[in-house]
């Protein structure tokens, strides 16, 4: 009986049908000879029949490519395994929004994100950017429906007519649960890191 073919870290950063790396929507699976799809949020996939071929007969399907169209679509958003620059918060001019910490709900509730004023000229593509990070945040905070953001672009584009942010603007509910899920975690992992160093003792719970 023929070996299984275990999944490859190099495949990571192999380019798909879209010509960028695959880490943007493969990461490996639970078991050694599979892998998951982020995008179209799947359980283990199996590659130990034909390795490379089982991910690209994945990504050239017509329900992943919908998929990457939902999530991605013209705005480049990559996952990185640092802590994202524009959402970091920093001291230099580049800094761009910093979440608040939230109240009790006996409180006034302050801002989820506190906006700097940018020394620089951003770009079309980073204010576009931007605008869909801070709504994917304040849906996470105030508890919105992924579902909420389905018809969002045709109604910021009714609302304002002229604005080229508007335009571009495809934070769909596929996206908003990519965003959220993979495009902030390493942002509010690393402020948790950063307040657990401040801490004098701490108790970690470990919940199932």
């Not at 508007?166 to 950063?194: C, F, P, Q, W």
Request: net charge positive.
């Amino acid at each position: 009986m023929p070996r299984k073919i275990d999944f490859c870290s190099k495949w990571l950063l192999k380019v798909d049908n879209t010509d960028r790396v695959c880490s943007r929507w493969l990461t490996k699976g639970k078991t050694s000879n599979s892998f998951r799809c982020i995008v179209c949020n799947t359980d283990d996939l199996s590659c130990g029949n034909g390795g490379w071929y089982d991910l690209k007969k994945h990504f050239d399907l017509p329900k992943h490519i919908q998929c990457m169209k939902d999530v991605f679509g013209s705005i480049p958003l990559v996952v990185s395994p640092h802590p994202s620059a524009s959402l970091s918060s920093n001291t230099n001019d580049d800094s761009v929004c910093t979440t608040a910490s939230s109240t009790s709900v006996n409180q006034t509730r302050i801002s989820f994100v506190n906006i700097y004023n940018d020394q620089r000229s951003l770009t079309r593509v980073v204010k576009v950017t931007r605008a869909e990070c801070m709504w994917a945040m304040a849906t996470s905070q105030l508890g919105f429906s992924y579902n909420s953001s389905q018809f969002l672009p045709e109604v910021f584009r009714f609302m304002f007519p002229g604005s080229q942010i508007a335009t571009d603007y495809s934070l769909r509910s596929r996206k908003m649960s990519y965003v959220i899920s993979h495009g902030t975690v390493y942002y509010l992992t690393n402020e948790l890191i950063k307040d657990v160093r401040k801490a004098y003792g701490f108790t970690l719970f470990l919940m199932r």
